[in-house]
């Protein structure tokens, strides 16, 4: 077991240095590279231009500029924000517990969404809800997630004013017993559009792995030894049946956690992912090029983390 | 025809057709008629210009569902190019493209196209291929996997045995049979164009103004949501439609592979 973990954390080095490559020559294509914030600025002249260029390093061959910003990258030291001049780790960390919040709730709702669909749709294959779900599920596939949430800031905010619109708490409310009912209701709506999302896809694996599953062999023996369907389906089939699931749950996790970039800018949610937006806005490139190498770490590890888990259920994984 | 087949003919019938089918020029501005809800005179209402949205919507069509199609065979044919070689050739190439491949998807799709976009401001073509380029690796995976258990099938070793050369065994015995499945890829494939088009211009990234999608029409739409949200129905509507009918002959296409 360690030393798959250990071989996995090996082949993550080259894999995230190919990231760490693609982003650099990504950000170094803009037209004035990282500088153009500043060409753009007729305050700024030409030689406070060949400075910076110089102080920054931006003179020297582009290996030396990217190693030296892999070095700094990998001691947590990411550069300043363009915008606000503020440490980009700081703007980062403020936008960690909004993220957590929102992601967290959508992620246990749309877990509560996709078990008991995914498991009815598999035993009862083919039947009436199978069919409706299955059609439901690839409508959640096909629908555009920022539509979504403007359809419901229409009905739900602007139509009925039963909900607010966006933000994560009403603006001037200073706590009090009314708090947490006005945290809940700001929720809603992002974890709505979310947690659809989400379980359209999830529920599509959890029926295919759970109809493979019920085909098994020590489900008909366990069947056959008289336990009673309904422990069947969920002591034992389920219970196989959830783990290659809970690997697409933990990608998909890692993907929201740094930021549900569409959801929380439509929602104006306070969190990393309308922290993207507001940094493509403003071509605030050091922000981006750390939101981006932090998601793609997360990737990465989760997919790590979700191989262990895998390998600890089921030995047979280790094997190389 | 089945539905949703049907239907995707009728709205590329209608994007081909918007000029016909249009009752305005898209980009024709009416200022005494600015904002104004849907009519007999303005089926979709008009825009914060005076422009019509019905004619919008259909402009707009054509844009969406070119980037749509056209982004899926660049995603289709560098994902057969890099699967095929991965495929065929094995060994140390097979993993070094399989590395790319496994890096490319741990980068999330939609935060690198918007970086990608907003540095490079992309015309249409450029976003065709940008999108394309971001969508390769579902493909490779899937081309590779087929060439990989079909190579030891027994009549490819028959054709081999024959003497034909690579190229006759990629291009005639060994893509044909892995069709079905690449085109399964290929479908979700357009419907991940049409979506991720929309999710740029919606950003401000992807299609600009006054140049009419779907996306770009429902960024302008976010703006005035709250006194005319019929500007963000129909773009959104005909999105929707969009990827479900591809999204549902993809199943279909699945299913009929052998898939679940």
């Known amino acids: 077991m360690l030393g798959f973990l250990a071989r996995r954390l090996l082949q993550a080095v080259p894999l995230l240095l190919l990231i ?51 070095v700094a990258f990998a001691h947590g030291d990411w550069g300043y924000s363009f915008s606000d001049g503020r440490p980009v780790a700081i703007r980062i960390v403020e936008r960690i517990p909004a993220t957590l919040e929102l992601v967290g709730v959508s992620i246990v709702t749309a877990l509560a ?67 947490l009912a006005d945290h809940a209701q700001h929720l809603l709506l992002p974890v709505t559009v979310l947690a659809v999302v989400q379980a359209a896809g999830w529920s599509r694996y959890l029926r295919g792995s759970m109809i493979e599953t019920l085909a098994q062999p020590f489900v008909l023996a366990a069947r056959a030894r008289g336990i009673p369907g309904r422990d069947v389906i969920l002591r034992h089939a389920l219970r196989h049946a959830i783990g290659p699931v809970l690997a697409v749950v933990m990608v998909d996790a890692a993907l929201l956690a740094s930021g549900a970039v569409v959801t929380e800018s439509v929602f104006a949610w306070p969190g990393l992912g309308s922290l993207f937006t507001e940094a493509l806005a403003r071509r605030d490139y050091s922000v981006l090029m750390a939101l981006l190498m932090l998601t793609s770490t997360a990737i990465v590890l989760f997919n790590i983390v979700a191989d262990a888990a895998h390998a600890l259920v089921d030995p047979r994984v280790v094997e190389p | 025809m089945r539905a949703p087949t049907l239907l995707l003919a009728c709205l590329v019938a209608a994007a081909l057709a918007a000029p016909a089918l249009a009752p305005y020029p898209p980009d024709q501005l009416d200022l005494a008629h600015r904002r104004e ?71 999330p799709r939609l935060p690198l196209l918007m970086i990608a976009a907003s540095v490079l401001q992309p015309t249409v073509p450029l976003l065709v291929v940008l999108i394309g380029l971001a969508g390769w690796m579902e493909t490779a995976r899937v081309v590779r996997a087929e060439l990989r258990t079909l190579r030891s099938r027994g009549f490819v070793e028959g054709a081999r045995a024959a003497g034909a050369g690579r190229a006759r065994l990629i291009g005639v015995h060994l893509l044909p049979n892995a069709a079905q499945a690449v085109s399964v890829s290929l479908t979700l494939a357009v419907a991940r164009g049409v979506l991720l088009e929309s999710a740029l211009s919606f950003f401000g990234v992807g299609v600009q103004p006054p140049q009419a999608s779907w996306g770009n029409m429902l960024y302008q739409a976010q703006s005035t949501l709250s006194t005319e949200p019929w500007l963000a129905l129909a773009p959104g509507l005909f999105i929707l439609l969009t990827t479900l009918s591809v999204n549902m002959t993809g199943d279909r296409l699945a299913r009929g592979a052998g898939g679940r």
């Open chain 1, 113 to 179: 969404l996709t078990v008991p669909t995914g498991v009815l749709a598999a035993v009862r294959r083919g039947g009436w809800f199978d069919r409706i779900t299955t059609t439901g599920a690839i409508a959640g596939i096909s629908l555009p997630a920022f539509w979504f949430g403007l359809v419901l800031q229409i009905v739900f905010a602007i139509g009925l004013h039963w909900l607010p619109s966006s933000g994560r708490t009403t603006p001037g409310w200073a706590g009090g017993s009314g708090g």
């Open chain 2, 37 to 107: 809800a849907p009519s007999s005179a303005h089926r979709f209402g008009t825009d914060d210009l005076g422009r019509d949205v019905l004619a919008r919507v259909l402009y707009g069509a054509r844009v969406s569902l070119a980037v749509g199609v056209l982004s899926a065979a660049v995603a289709g044919a560098s994902g057969i190019a890099v699967g095929g070689v991965a495929g065929y050739a094995g060994g140390a190439l097979d993993a070094v493209l399989m590395r790319a491949t496994d890096a490319m998807l741990a980068v």
């Open chain 1, 20 to 70: 760490s490559g693609l982003v650099f020559l990504l950000i170094h294509a803009a037209p004035g590279g990282p500088l153009a914030i500043y060409l753009s600025n007729p305050n700024v002249r030409p030689e406070d231009i060949e400075r910076l260029r110089r102080a920054l390093g931006l003179d020297r061959p582009l290996w030396q500029q990217y190693w030296s910003w892999l």
